[in-house]
């Protein structure tokens, strides 16, 4: 997108270099993604950076606003309702495609939001190696407002809560078969955080715990990497976490609810879609191929209709848990070695307390040459995957 210094990248790129990338990540992490790594990052400009800032002000002030938590209430169906409130999600991301609009600019354009971690340990692997690796130029940097020694501190503080880390878990169903696995290992190297599987927890009262060295050992707070929506509906034994526990959590599970796709038809910008509940439907629209259809609760597009037809509309079950977004133009904004390809970047926030403002701290990127941004849709392209921005 700085067509300079993609103009450089692309001219000095190579094979040996890419290779030398991966192998530098397994080498640092002991880890092999279980994702493919595209072979480029995104170069933003800093104009399209403003529109990215602008618009992830948009989201938290509506986040912010001193009427989202009782308005936000009626977002967590019943299942999903957890013991305890936490008046704030220390940890929002916002998804956005690169679009072009009417006038043939680029900006960015919402595609999904939710209080719920990413691969932000990784990332901060990531940016360096590649900076390493690649010879990213100075001026471009993938943090903002941050440095990578404030950014681990930051996230630090978050994650762990002032609590020893052998007291702290970073919660998943069976981790070491998470495709972001990686991400666990980096956070473990970081922080000292075990990744523990959820039927593996034990629970004396209120009190959970979890076998360390041999021992039970008492957990005083859970980094929250489980989808529990999905989780549920395998009707897996486990105990019920949603129960009264003498726990913290770094993000509370409710506000995986609470920040989610419910809130876009109510967020009026212009980097936000029209979005539509179908319960909320006054008629079906006539060209159908300029909508996508999603459940509200679900994650890494699961559910998504990109070909919708009437009768998938009119079949919905739960019609107020289902909205119909005008899709957006993504452009083919990166120049690669043959196919340019088309980028979402996650913005990715910290929201150290509820009197403060969430602010953006770093990034990744999904770059894509396929019908929809995914492993499923990319599998015969090259300078596809996983990717971070660098902002100018």
Not at 7 to 23: D, V
Not at 134 to 141: E, M, R
Not at 163 to 170: F, G, K, R, S
């Amino acid at each position: 997108m700085i067509e300079s210094v993609r103009s450089w990248y692309n001219s000095a790129f190579t094979n040996g270099k890419y290779q030398e990338y991966q192998h530098r990540i397994k080498q640092e992490l002991g880890e092999e993604p279980h994702f493919r790594l595209s072979e480029t990052p995104v170069f933003v400009p800093r104009d399209f950076k403003n529109k990215l800032l602008q618009a992830c002000d948009d989201l938290t002030a509506f986040i912010t606003s001193p009427d989202f938590y009782s308005f936000s209430e009626k977002a967590i169906p019943s299942h999903l309702r957890f013991a305890g409130n936490d008046k704030h999600s220390q940890i929002l991301i916002f998804d956005f495609g690169v679009c072009i609009n009417d006038q043939g600019e680029l900006e960015p354009q919402l595609i999904e939001m939710q209080g719920f971690p990413s691969l932000h340990a990784f990332m901060i692997y990531k940016s360096s190696i590649l900076r390493d690796v690649f010879g990213i130029p100075d001026h471009l940097n993938s943090y903002i407002n941050t440095d990578r020694d404030t950014h681990i501190k930051e996230l630090g503080n978050i994650l762990l809560g002032g609590h020893n880390p052998e007291e702290v878990i970073l919660l998943d169903y069976k981790p070491e078969e998470q495709k972001t696995r990686i991400d666990f290992a980096a956070t473990k190297k970081l922080y000292g955080i075990e990744s523990v599987c959820v039927t593996k927890l034990k629970r004396d009262g209120k009190n959970l715990m979890y076998e360390k060295n041999g021992k039970l050992q008492k957990i005083e707070r859970i980094y929250n990497r489980l989808i529990f929506d999905e989780f549920f509906d395998q009707k897996i034994d486990s105990i019920d976490l949603r129960q009264e526990l003498d726990v913290t959590w770094a993000p509370h599970p409710n506000w995986f609810c609470r920040v989610s796709k419910f809130l876009l038809p109510y967020i009026k910008s212009k980097y936000v879609p029209q979005t539509t509940y179908i319960s909320e439907l006054k008629s079906i629209p006539d060209d159908l191929s300029q909508y996508v259809l999603k459940p509200l609760y679900s994650y890494a597009g699961m559910g998504v209709k990109i070909d919708v037809s009437k009768k998938d509309i009119e079949s919905v079950a739960e019609p107020h848990e289902w909205i119909l977004q005008k899709k957006v133009n993504y452009y083919s904004a990166i120049q690669t070695l043959n196919i340019p390809a088309k980028v979402e970047i996650r913005m990715m926030l910290l929201w150290d307390s509820p009197e403060q403002k969430p602010r953006v701290v770093h990034n990744l990127a999904r770059m894509s040459k396929g019908k929809m941004i995914g492993v499923r849709y990319n599998a015969d392209f090259d300078w596809v995957g996983s990717s971070i921005c660098f902002f100018e």
